[in-house]
C-alpha cells in the first residue's frame, strides 16, 4: 500500500510538472534553477515547443549562446513561424553580432505578431548596431504609433521596454542626427 502511494505521488508530481502551470512557476526561478527543471520536463516531453522555448531563453539569458541556438532552431524544425523562437533566434544573432541574420529573423517573427514591441524594438537595435539609424527611428516610432493606437502588444515593464525608453531612444537618434 505504501507503495502504492509513492507511485501516486510521484505520477501526480510528474504530470503536473509537465502542465503549462508548472512552467509558469519555473519562469519565477532564477534561471541556474529554472535550467534544471526544464531539462528534467524536456525529458519528459521532448516535443513541448512551449518547455523548449522557455529552456532556450534561460540558455540566452545565460549567455549559452550556441545551446541557446540549438533549441530554438529544434522549435523552429516543429514550428517554422513561431514568433517566440524566431523571436529569440534573431536575439541569439543580434548578440552575436550577426545583424543581417538577425533582422531576417526579427522580421518574419514581426510577420506573425506585427504589433508586437519586442519584436520590433530589438528589430530597432540590430538596425542601431548595423549603423542604419534611420530604419532604427523608423521602427521605434512604429511602435509608439502602435501605443497610440493602443494596438502595441507591450512586454513586461520588466523588460526595459516602456514607451519612455522608446521615447527617449528616438530623442538620442534625433539629438545625434542634429550633431551630424
Known sequence: MKTLSIFLAISLYLIAAAS???????DKMPDSVAQMEYEILLDLKPEDTLIRTKYAMVKFR??????????FNKVLDLLPNDYDSLEG?????????????AVVLFKAAL??????????????????????????VFELKQIMADIKAGTAILPPKTSGITKETIQQ?????TKNTRKQ
Not at 531612444?169 to 537618434?173: C, H, N, R, V
Open 20 to 26: 503549462p502551470v508548472f512552467c509558469h512557476i519555473t
Open 62 to 71: 545565460l549567455n549559452k549562446l550556441k545551446a541557446a541556438e540549438s533549441q
Open 89 to 101: 533566434l534573431g536575439r541569439v544573432r543580434l548578440k552575436q553580432k550577426k545583424y543581417e541574420q
Open 111 to 136: 510577420q506573425q505578431k506585427p504589433k508586437d514591441a519586442a519584436g520590433r524594438f530589438y528589430l530597432a537595435q540590430t538596425y542601431e548596431a548595423s549603423s542604419r539609424d534611420k530604419d532604427a
Open 169 to 173: 531612444k528616438i530623442a538620442g537618434f
